[in-house]
T-cell receptor
Framework: KAGVTQTPRYLIKTRGQQVTLSCSPISGHRSVSWYQQTPGQGLQFLFEYFSETQRNKGNFPGRFSGRQFSNSRSEMNVSTLELGDSALYLCASSLGGGADTIYFGEGSWLTVV | EDKVVQSPLSLVVHEGDTVTLNCSYEVTNFRSLLWYKQEKKAPTFLFMLTSSGIEKKSGRLSSILDKKELFSILNITATQTGDSAVYLC???????????FGKGMKLTVNP
């Protein structure tokens, strides 16, 4: 059974640009959530999607957005990149029922220069 | 405000030692507590605990949850160098459908 797949794995962007990250959850999983990991703040919740609906959003500016498609694949977008957006962006998938095991993808390493 | 606190934040041990990692939490609408191991990449799932007092075991690793006192411990016996990693404790908050993470505990196992 394939795990959570994230693309691209590494990318370098310039301040002001935008970036789109993709996540394919484990087959059968309908919940996809996104987390940002930085050395200073640790892992912080960005948003969660279930059946194409955003159920919750973390405390991030509107430059961070996402969506989920009918096949449960998800994308997140960051516009007008800032240096502080440099981080590991992790996607997690679960069945979405509440107390489910949550599995993480390998992450997308974003560097903003 | 939701809080997950891990202690100690770092630990250096020798191969063969036993270690205990602590995680306390104050999270509204607790659903489950999860432990992950992270080695310079994505967090790898170790355990999920939902019921108090029931120990989960996997090889040399075990974990238990105390929902009355709001904490969990992760034990690693007979440590190996391959156990060197950051161990993350997270609580799943219902309603918000999100994991609230602790800062992580960096374990270094020396040969």
């Amino acid at each position: 059974k394939a795990g959570v797949t994230q693309t691209p794995r590494y990318l370098i962007k310039t301040r002001g640009q935008q970036v789109t990250l993709s996540c394919s959850p484990i087959s059968g999983h309908r919940s996809v959530s996104w987390y940002q990991q930085t050395p200073g703040q640790g892992l912080q919740f960005l948003f969660e999607y279930f059946s194409e609906t955003q159920r919750n959003k973390g405390n991030f500016p509107g430059r961070f957005s996402g969506r989920q498609f009918s096949n449960s694949r998800s994308e997140m977008n960051v516009s007008t990149l800032e240096l502080g957006d440099s981080a590991l962006y992790l996607c997690a998938s679960s069945l979405g029922g509440g107390a489910d095991t949550i599995y993480f993808g390998e992450g997308s390493w974003l560097t903003v220069v | 405000e939701d809080k997950v606190v891990q202690s100690p934040l770092s630990l250096v041990v020798h191969e063969g030692d036993t270690v205990t990692l602590n995680c306390s939490y104050e999270v509204t609408n607790f659903r489950s507590l999860l432990w992950y191991k992270q080695e310079k990449k994505a967090p790898t799932f170790l355990f999920m605990l939902t019921s108090s007092g029931i120990e989960k075991k996997s090889g040399r690793l075990s974990s238990i949850l105390d929902k009355k006192e709001l904490f969990s411990i992760l034990n690693i016996t007979a440590t190996q160098t391959g156990d060197s990693a950051v161990y993350l404790c997270a609580v799943f908050r219902g309603g918000s459908e999100k994991l609230v993470f602790g800062k992580g505990m960096k374990l270094t196992v020396n040969p």
